[in-house]
C-alpha cells in the first residue's frame, strides 16, 4: 500500500506563485510516471503536467511556460511549481502516482483572486 501526502495549496492573487509538494510512502520499489491534475467543481479532472521516471515531461497547453513539474526519485515526491497564477488556476489540485497501479493523492485546494 502506499499513501500519498500533498502540500503547498493555498489561496493567492493573481500573479503569485505556489509550490505543490506530493509525497509517496509505503510499499514502494520504484515510481513510474508521477502528475498532477486539478478538476473545478462541476467540471472533469483535467491532466495539469506529467512527469516518466526518466524525466520527461507532457503539460497542458494552459499552463506552459507558468508551470514546472519536477521530481526528487530520492524522496519519492513531485513537484509542481506554479508562477503567474491566474483565477482560471483555481481548483482542487490532485497527486497521481504510479506504483504497482495507480494511486491519488486527497488533494490541495488551490485557489487564486482577481
Known amino acids: 500500500q502506499v499513501q500519498l501526502v500533498e502540500s503547498g495549496g493555498g489561496s493567492v492573487q493573481a500573479g503569485e506563485s505556489l509550490r505543490l509538494s506530493c509525497a509517496a510512502s509505503?510499499?514502494?520499489?520504484?515510481?513510474?510516471?508521477m502528475a498532477w491534475y486539478r478538476q473545478a467543481p462541476g467540471k472533469q479532472r483535467d491532466l495539469v503536467a506529467r512527469?516518466?521516471?526518466?524525466?520527461?515531461?507532457i503539460y497542458a497547453d494552459s499552463v506552459k511556460g507558468r508551470f514546472t513539474i519536477s521530481r526528487d526519485n530520492a524522496k519519492n515526491t513531485v513537484y509542481l511549481q506554479m508562477n503567474s497564477l491566474k483565477p482560471e488556476d483555481t481548483a482542487a489540485y490532485l497527486c497521481?502516482?504510479?506504483?504497482?497501479?495507480?494511486?491519488w493523492g486527497q488533494g490541495t485546494q488551490v485557489t487564486v483572486s482577481s
Open positions: 509505503g510499499s514502494i520499489f520504484s515510481i513510474g510516471t
Open positions: 497521481y502516482v504510479v506504483v504497482d497501479r495507480v494511486y
Open positions: 512527469i516518466s521516471s526518466a524525466g520527461s515531461t
